[in-house]
């Protein structure tokens, strides 16, 4: 079965530190994944994704993430974090079923808190 | 450049009253739809999905269905709702043509409260 686990349900740093927001998965074949990031009451945000390539994927806002096919993670990193970093955000990975293969499935969220 | 719509952006509505929400996308052509919903705050379920007018896939069981009457807009319905029905619900777009670099993209949202 393919599945995306993020393992922290919140992650507190203080602004102006690294940040890291853990992700990994569990799919057959090659791994198509995404992070997204939600501010309160609005819809998800595409911050990044992985599809080939350079194992570090560089997105908005300063965030990147790094491939790791041995540990079969895809942490999401930011090297100075911001008060208005504080959000939820969410790993995905692409499901392949049958014919239909745009599905994501997404991890449970992380909630970044980020303070002064 | 591409933008996707959503309405109302927020709706209390009584059990047992029918639903529609609305989603719009503009600024491409036979994108795929998707409806969620985020229950708590947190985890996102797929709901439907649809690669074309009329094309409707259902994830899971449930009292709400979807429709896609033209190209870039999709419909989520009920007949009757549950209070289970509250949620956040998250319509998205994607271009099928970008291959493997195909990227879901979300709309605002609409917040509905069953009560």
């Known amino acids: 079965a393919q599945s995306v686990a993020q393992p922290e349900d919140q992650v507190n740093v203080a602004e102006g530190n690294p940040l890291t927001v853990k992700c990994t998965y569990s799919?057959?074949?090659?791994?198509?994944l995404f992070w997204y990031v939600q501010y309160p009451n609005r819809g998800l945000q595409f911050l990044l994704k992985y599809i080939t390539g350079d194992n570090l994927v560089k997105g908005s806002y300063g965030f990147e993430a790094e491939f790791n096919k041995s540990q079969t993670s895809f942490h999401l990193k930011k090297p100075s974090a911001l008060v208005s970093d504080s959000a939820l955000y969410f790993c995905a990975v692409r499901a392949n079923y049958g014919g239909a293969t745009n599905k994501l499935i997404f991890g449970t969220g992380t909630l970044l808190a980020v303070q002064p | 450049s591409q933008t996707i719509h959503q309405w109302p952006a927020t709706l209390v509505q009584p059990v047992g009253s029918p639903l529609s929400l609305e989603c719009t996308v503009e600024g491409t052509s036979n994108p795929n739809l998707y409806w969620y919903r985020q229950a708590a705050g947190r985890g996102l379920q797929l709901l439907f999905y649809s690669v074309g007018i009329g094309q409707i896939s259902s994830e899971v069981p449930q009292n709400l269905s979807a429709s896609r009457p033209q190209d870039r807009q999709f419909i989520l319905s009920s007949k009757k709702l549950l209070l289970s029905d509250s949620g956040f619900y998250l319509c998205?777009?994607?271009?099928?043509?970008?291959?493997?670099?195909?990227?879901?993209?979300f709309g605002p949202g609409t917040r509905l409260l069953v009560l």
């Open positions: 799919v057959s074949g090659n791994p198509y």
């Open positions: 998205a777009w994607s271009n099928p043509r970008a291959g493997t670099q195909e990227t879901q993209y």
